[in-house]
């Protein structure tokens, strides 16, 4: 049985870039990430007590010099999985965390519809009334604040989706760096970045049928063999094919259609309860947020 765990978490923030960053990692030689890409281990019940033997078993096919990662946003979704972090601390004390966040309203609005997309009923006000963890969700300083009644700072690295957009050279140098890993990005030049409105679902529907197809037997072993730049070219050619194809376009719009638009009154409400712990994370991190209060 093998005795590796992780050596950093992706932990969210949902909807705000973890796949792609995965994908990137994915791709540097030097990193081992797990499949499937969010195994929830520390989140949900049902999962953590499969036990540490399964969680280490996700792991197992590692190379000795590569570090070990995966990427479950649900991590980060207090007070829906309040166990989390204890969790995490009680079985990874020294691991590393990352922690994208995007503008809060924006990530909640795509939460929204991605739920919708997911069996969710709800409208807008119905999900703020009954499941306010998702609203709670990018309350990011909340998320944060429960993560340093564990774990210190210098564990931490937090990451904003639009430098990750727009620099994304620059943030995967930031990552590889707090990884202590070499930095292998340019083989894959795409920017990093949350799916588009309405590509959301068809983008999900592809990820889900690659992770199905990671987990057939045999696949870790292929999986060694193909080179981590050739993968991405795979996956990017894959999702980028069905989503822009005549019928992706169709798929898209269909479901699109079926979701509450985001008012500018509501838009200001959310923003109005958002406001205080975004202001308190840009004192946190140092930096200008103010375009997260439009």
């Known amino acids: ?24 990692l994915d791709s540097n030689p030097n990193v081992f990430m797990s499949t499937p890409k969010e195994p929830n281990y520390f989140s ?16 197992a096919s590692a ?26 601390a009680q079985t990874l004390p020294e691991v590393k965390i990352i922690y994208i966040m995007r503008h809060p309203v924006e990530r909640f609005y795509s939460n929204y519809v991605f739920d919708r997309a997911y069996g969710h009923s709800d409208s807008i006000r119905e999900t703020l ?13 909340l998320q944060i604040e ?36 070499p930095n292998a990005a340019d083989a894959r030049e795409n920017s990093i970045q949350a799916n588009p409105r309405g590509q959301n679902y068809i983008t999900r529907q592809c990820n889900t049928s690659l992770q199905r197809f990671r987990q057939l037997p045999g696949m870790q072993l292929v999986k060694r063999l193909i080179p981590g730049d050739l993968r991405g070219r795979i996956r990017d050619r894959m999702l980028n094919q069905l989503p822009n194809s005549r019928l992706g376009k169709w798929m898209s719009r269909r479901h699109v259609a079926q979701t509450e638009p985001l008012t500018a009154d509501l838009r ?13 994370l840009e004192q946190f991190l140092d930096r200008d947020l103010s375009a997260w209060r439009v």
Not at 165 to 174: A, D, E, F, I, L
């Open 1 to 24: 049985m093998s005795n590796r765990l992780p050596d950093f978490l992706i932990v969210g923030a949902m909807k705000s870039g973890t796949t792609t960053l995965y994908e990137h």
């Open 44 to 59: 949900i019940d049902d999962i953590y007590e499969k036990g540490i033997h399964w969680y280490a078993s996700l792991f």
């Open 63 to 88: 190379k000795p010099d590569q570090v070990c990662g995966e990427a479950s946003p649900s991590y980060s979704r207090f007070p829906r999985f309040a166990d989390t972090t204890t969790r995490i």
């Open 129 to 141: 009334r009954d499941r306010n963890y998702v609203l709670a969700t990018s309350n990011y300083m």
């Open 146 to 181: 429960k993560y340093l009644e564990h774990f210190s700072r210098e564990q931490m690295l937090f990451l904003l989706l639009d430098d990750m957009h727009n620099s994304s050279r620059q943030v995967m140098s930031q990552v590889c760096d707090f990884l202590g890993v």
């Open 268 to 280: 200001t409400e959310l923003l109005d309860r958002l406001a205080e712990p975004t202001a308190r």
